[in-house]
């Protein structure tokens, strides 16, 4: 864990005991002791509060010699300790404290990220556990148990945790680069399963394939979808893969072939009866031939929103405007910040008749138009500047 997060961590099981020094006067005895003690805990904490860490650790080793029945005074030298990295320090001190309090839930998990960062992650998974389970909310223990679980291999329970967190943190962007990561390693582990069981299987080479186009390599994607289809020609989803290469490079003949026959081998794909419908949209066909496959796409999938501006386009060309308008109000309730949405809908109004609707569905789209130009120059700009030599 890095340096800052380990701080994050300290502070806050630190600050959940000493915040309040009514645990410190309800296990000290006898008056004198208490008195002693008080003094101890008030010196300890003015130097923690002026970052003198190394005088609030003496304070707080004094507190633990005068009254080592206290609980708390354990579990705040073992943060301290954690913060100059005496793990080994605090992870004896720690465990010393939960003999006496057990159910010290804070005590528990710095003990997890002590001996996390003692590289005894097995050791530390059960302790992370438990205060997590007395505290099911703590976010920072939560990811703190992912990590844990992360570096002993656990890839499923990390992104059980990881999910967890995530829906109480949706906007949290390290849960979900770790999630990520944690599915990229299960993806990997799949794969490698896979070419093992059979490299040369219809599988093997459209997943091959899929990496590739990722990759923008599209001569050595569309050779592993070939080899996909020669292998499964009547599996579902080899055909459209290929179609879908083609189709994204503008080869409309070959990917409405390839799409046909993904038909004839699932006739439930919303998609490829979607894309059919868009590639006689391109080629300029008559709108009917558009219309009725896209038609087929949404009565399979009703929240397809590509599939409705296909057929708003082709409502358009037969003059059917205000169902084209409806079409194209839906896509931009569903996709805002699509700019075709808005430059059809504008057509539309102006079919219409709306002028002003349509003069503002244009400046929508305009704004977007330079948004996303932007966005592709900025791209280009950080790619370019990865290039140039430090």
Not at 164 to 176: A, F, I, K, V, Y
């Amino acid at each position: 864990m890095r340096r800052g997060r380990r701080c994050e961590f300290i502070a806050y099981f630190f600050i959940v005991w000493a915040a309040a020094p009514a645990p410190l006067q309800a296990q000290a005895a006898p008056a004198a002791a208490d008195a002693r003690v008080e003094r101890l805990y008030a010196a300890a904490k003015a130097a923690e509060a002026r970052g003198d860490v190394p005088a609030a650790i003496s304070g707080y080793e004094a507190i633990v010699a005068a009254a080592p029945r206290l609980a708390a005074a354990y579990n705040n030298l073992g943060a301290l300790y954690i913060q100059v990295g005496e793990y080994t320090k605090a992870a004896g001190i720690l465990e010393k404290g939960l003999k006496i309090e057990p159910a010290m839930p804070s005590a528990s998990a710095l003990l997890g990220i002590a001996l996390y960062e003692m590289g005894d992650y097995a050791a530390a998974r059960p302790r992370l556990e438990a205060a997590l389970k007395a505290n099911p909310r703590d976010d920072r223990g939560e990811r703190m148990l992912a990590e844990d679980l992360l570096k002993l291999g656990e890839l499923e329970a990390a992104a059980a945790h990881l999910q967890q967190l995530s829906r109480r943190q949706p906007r949290d962007e390290e849960s979900w680069y770790l999630l990520g990561k944690i599915y990229m390693r299960l993806a990997e582990q799949a794969l490698a399963r896979l070419n093992e069981i059979d490299p040369d299987s219809a599988l093997a080479h459209q997943v091959a394939g899929e990496i590739m186009e990722g990759l923008k390599n599209f001569e050595g994607a569309l050779l592993e979808y070939k080899k996909a289809v020669e292998k499964a020609p009547g599996k579902p989803g080899t055909h459209y893969a290929l179609g879908n290469l083609y189709w994204t490079n503008g080869q409309w003949e070959a990917a409405a072939q390839e799409f046909q026959a993904e038909l004839a081998n699932d006739r439930g794909n919303c998609l490829a009866q979607w894309k059919l419908g868009n590639i006689a949209l391109e080629q300029g066909l008559k709108p009917e031939d558009a219309l009725a496959p896209v038609e087929r796409a949404l009565a399979l999938c009703p929240g397809l929103a590509q599939a409705r501006v296909d057929h708003a386009r082709a409502c358009l060309k037969l003059g059917r405007n205000e169902e084209a308008a409806g079409d194209l109000e839906a896509a931009a309730k569903t996709n805002p910040d699509e700019p075709s949405v808005h430059f059809f809908l504008a057509q539309a109004y102006r079919a219409l008749g709306r002028a002003q609707d349509a003069a503002m569905e244009m400046q929508t789209f305009a704004k977007l138009e330079e948004k996303e130009r932007a966005q592709t120059a900025k791209r280009a700009h950080d790619v370019m500047d990865q290039k140039e030599p430090r």
